[in-house]
């Protein structure tokens, strides 16, 4: 455990700021995560997520993000793929602003007597349309972003996350923006979330909890403070063609 406090500072180091406006939300976060390995080397990655603010009133964001996976061994793999994700204007707009990202990642793991571990670091290329006087304007707004994620699953009634385990969940996301385009905003958001997990079978597990979701805006000195029940759904399958030989 003692190899993970370094990167806990670094994850909730966020940087304070003499003058900050924060405007606190509340949403609901559904999202569903499915990696499927097709041979010992490839597979694919697809998430959806679906969001809606001021908890249940009005939506928030919708994405879907499709990756081809190439897998090093059973606990080091690669990514790259493109998300396509729509963005709901703030109470009393009507635009949405569609995105194309981009994306590409490297995800590790680790499993041992009661702690199961799961890291990633992730660069997106951003392409947000351009929004002025609430309706699309032509061209892109473009800037990079890397994200790195580190996940803590303990099992609670077993030495091991197996079918019919519950589990604490917990993980945090910092997410760092680049960009010629970039000015206040160097630190973008950070995404923090407890809660408790079942692992239904070997490939299938679903986690509800808290999240609190920290981001600066563009300003650099407004925030938004988001308080969210988060609910996720994580579905791996192996579509290998099992050893017969005995």
Request: net charge positive.
């Amino acid at each position: 455990m003692k190899k993970y406090l370094p990167l806990l500072f670094v994850l909730f180091t966020i940087p304070s700021f003499s003058q900050k406006l924060i405007n606190k939300q509340n949403g609901v976060w559904l999202g569903y995560f499915n990696q499927s390995r097709l041979t010992d080397k490839w597979g694919i990655w697809l998430d959806v997520h679906a969001r809606r603010t001021d908890f249940l009133e009005r939506w928030s964001a919708q994405l879907i993000r499709p990756g081809i996976t190439y897998y090093a061994d059973d606990h080091l793999r690669f990514t790259a793929g493109y998300t396509y994700a729509r963005s709901y204007p703030a109470a009393g707009l009507h635009t949405l602003r569609p995105e194309h990202r981009p994306w590409q990642q490297v995800l590790w793991t680790s499993r041992q007597k009661r702690l199961q571990t799961q890291q990633w670091i992730r660069l997106e290329e951003r392409f947000n349309r351009k929004i002025a006087n609430d309706r699309l304007q032509e061209g892109y707004a473009f800037n990079f972003r890397v994200r790195y994620l580190l996940n803590l699953m303990v099992p609670l009634n077993r030495d091991f996350i197996e079918p019919n385990t519950i589990f604490f969940a917990f993980n945090n996301e910092i997410h760092i923006n680049a960009g010629k385009q970039i000015t206040y905003n160097l630190f973008d958001q950070n995404r923090f979330f407890v809660g408790l997990g079942y692992q239904f079978t070997k490939g299938l597990n679903a986690q509800l909890g808290y999240m609190n979701q920290f981001q600066q805006l563009p300003s650099g000195n407004h925030f938004n403070s988001n308080n969210v029940l988060r609910f996720f759904v994580f579905h791996n399958l192996d579509f290998r063609q099992k050893n017969q030989t005995e």
